[in-house]
């Protein structure tokens, strides 16, 4: 997944990390699969000495993928979220209304301060490889992250429903090698997956069908990094927010 954007006069840096996560759903019966992480970045420089930028995504308080710029490259590592929500030595199966720890926080792994914008997606999809496709019928709400900290953290759509996206923002500057609050802290698969089903009767043979079989969900977590100089300007160009009235500043 590329973009690309130019930005010849703005003053600022910024670049996005994405880590990822799915689990297959059969039915009432959940087991979890590997996702590979996929790095979303843009750079914006104008004028300036890019210096050194970087952020990492924690979970459970272990680094899940850092990205830094060091000097005139970028020195990263990659992995995936949920790896460890279940015991795979004891194959554990996935407990529908039970919350698993998801303890998520963001880290300055850079050398300069930065402001820090949390994007998290949640979403369901069908399918196997490139037939894989968005299941938009299916509500996101079923996939709780719990969200924590709300002082820390602006969320300006608190409250709303069925949102596949969240925009979280971290509340002042995150100085170099400091760590945030944690933005959620439990990850839980609604039960109500296991009760939207089609019966149908056939020769006497009576056939359940689950909405939700087949399908995977997914929660994709991206983190933005923002450097501190000129804060006001580069947050709206690169976030598209008034920072002042938001709070962020």
């Not at 925009?167 to 609050?181: D, S, V």
Request: glycine share 8%.
């Amino acid at each position: 997944m590329k973009k690309s954007r130019k930005a010849s006069r703005s003053r600022k840096m910024t670049y996005m990390l994405l880590a990822a996560a799915m689990v297959l759903l059969l039915g009432s019966a959940l087991g979890s699969t590997r996702a590979a992480l996929t790095y979303y970045s843009e750079n914006y420089t104008a004028q300036i000495r890019v210096g050194q930028i970087g952020v990492s995504l924690l979970e459970n308080g272990n680094t899940v993928t850092r990205r830094d710029y060091d000097g005139d490259k970028w020195v990263e590592t990659s992995g995936a979220l949920l790896e460890n929500m279940l015991d795979k030595e004891a194959k554990e199966k996935l407990v529908l209304n039970k919350s698993y720890e998801e303890e998520l926080t963001v880290e300055n792994s850079g050398s300069i301060d930065e402001y820090v914008r949390v994007r998290i997606y949640k979403y369901w999809t069908k399918g196997k490889g490139d037939n894989k496709k968005k299941v938009t019928s299916l509500s996101p709400d079923l996939i709780k992250l719990n969200l924590i900290n709300g002082g820390q953290w602006i969320n300006p759509d608190a409250g709303a429903k069925n949102k596949e996206c969240t925009e979280l923002y971290y509340k002042g500057i995150l100085p170099q090698g400091q760590k945030t609050a944690a933005f959620a802290d439990t990850i839980t698969i609604d039960g109500q997956v296991a009760e939207d089903v089609t019966i149908t009767t056939k020769d006497n043979i009576i056939t359940t069908t689950y909405k939700y079989d087949g399908v995977e969900f997914h929660l994709d977590v991206e983190v933005d990094a923002v450097q501190t100089h000129n804060a006001q300007d580069a947050i709206m160009s690169a976030w598209g927010v008034d920072a002042a009235a938001l709070g962020i500043l």
